[in-house]
Structure formats: structure tokens, C-alpha cells
């Protein structure tokens, strides 16, 4: 079993900072892309970053130069680091992992169960 366990969001000021966690834990073989997806009242789910395991990060137009993901491999753990927040950064942000079990072939996407952040005007 395979769990991703977000943590780390809130309610800030546009113009503050968040910092949210997302571990994987559980029978894992290999952890391999993860990123950050949001989603926001009414809207579709979206990509905000993503990070390969060397390091390779991919970025949203409207959240560059403000938002910066990392990983520690070691702790099968990905970051979002939030700056210069904005009221339309407000959203239920999730993250995912491509994970394969240690005596799979195939790798599976999870998904974590979801971080509120709430950025006030």
C-alpha cells in the first residue's frame, strides 16, 4: 500500500509564503516523477510544478519566478515552496508520484488526498 501525505497548507496574505509537504510512504520500488497539481472552486484540476527524480522541474506560466518544487530522494519527499502568494493561488493543491512497487514492472500514479491554501486580499 502507498500512501501520499500532503501537509504545510493554510490561510496567508497575498503576498506571504507557504511551504507544502507531500511523503510517500508505504511498498515502494521506485519513486519517479512527482508534482503539484491545484484546483481552484469551479475549475479544473491543474499543474502548478513537477520535478523527475534528477531533478528536471517544470513549471506553470502563472506561477514562475513565485513558486519553486524540490524533492529529497532520500525521504521520498516533494516541496512546494510558495512566495509573493496571490488570491488566485487560492485552491486545494494535491500532489502525485509516480511510484512502482518493488517487484512491479508498471509504474502507477497516487494521488494525495489534498492541502487547502487560502491566499486573502
Known amino acids: 500500500q502507498v500512501q501520499l501525505v500532503e501537509s504545510g497548507g493554510g490561510l496567508v496574505q497575498a503576498g506571504g509564503s507557504l511551504r507544502l509537504s507531500c511523503a510517500a510512504s508505504g511498498s515502494i520500488g521506485s519513486l519517479n516523477a512527482m508534482g503539484w497539481y491545484r484546483q481552484a472552486p469551479g475549475k479544473q484540476r491543474e499543474l502548478v510544478a513537477s520535478i523527475t527524480v534528477g531533478g528536471s522541474t517544470n513549471y506553470a506560466d502563472s506561477v514562475k519566478g513565485r513558486i519553486t518544487i524540490s524533492r529529497d530522494n532520500a525521504a521520498n519527499t516533494v516541496y512546494l515552496q510558495m512566495n509573493s502568494l496571490k488570491p488566485e493561488d487560492t485552491a486545494v493543491y494535491y500532489c502525485?508520484?509516480?511510484?512502482?512497487?518493488?517487484?512491479?514492472?508498471?509504474?502507477?500514479?497516487?494521488w494525495g488526498q489534498g492541502t487547502q491554501v487560502t491566499v486573502s486580499s
Open positions: 502525485n508520484a509516480g511510484i512502482r512497487m518493488p517487484c512491479g514492472i508498471k509504474e502507477h500514479i497516487y
